[in-house]
Nanobody, 123 residues
Framework: QGQLVESGGGSVQAGGSLRLSCAASGISSSTACMGWFRQSPGKAREGVATIITGGGSTYYADSVKGRFTISQDNAKNTYLQMNNLKPEDTAMYYC?????????????????WGQGTQVTVSS
């Protein structure tokens, strides 16, 4: 089935940066997509960024375009570089894997999930 473990969360001031990491183990080499999602208290979980493992195409939520960058290494470890953070970026961030076809940032396609890492941005 595989396992995903996130790290790199923390507390920063607005305008700061964080780099989240997602360590993947036991993930199939045929995994189609890796993604980052986030959930704030009282809100639904939303897709932040997706990377297609085959071709490297990336997709971002409008709210993070130009500020966040998703990347991946050969071992399917996935990263999320977050710059110019805003208080509204405060959330629990989750890494996820989609074993087959995925629609970017649509969580129903992602079946393997990490436990999450908290990001808090103060104004």
């Amino acid at each position: 089935q595989g396992q995903l473990v996130e790290s790199g969360g923390g507390s920063v001031q607005a305008g700061g940066s964080l780099r989240l990491s997602c360590a993947a183990s036991g993930i199939s080499s045929s995994t189609a997509c890796m993604g980052w999602f986030r959930q704030s208290p009282g809100k639904a979980r939303e897709g932040v960024a997706t990377i297609i493992t085959g071709g490297g195409s990336t997709y971002y939520a409008d709210s993070v375009k130009g500020r966040f960058t998703i990347s991946q290494d050969n071992a399917k470890n996935t990263y999320l570089q977050m710059n110019n953070l805003k208080p509204e970026d405060t959330a629990m961030y989750y890494c996820a894997a989609a074993p087959g076809y995925c629609y970017p940032n649509v969580q129903s396609y992602f079946t393997i999930w990490g436990q999450g890492t908290q990001v808090t941005v103060s104004s």
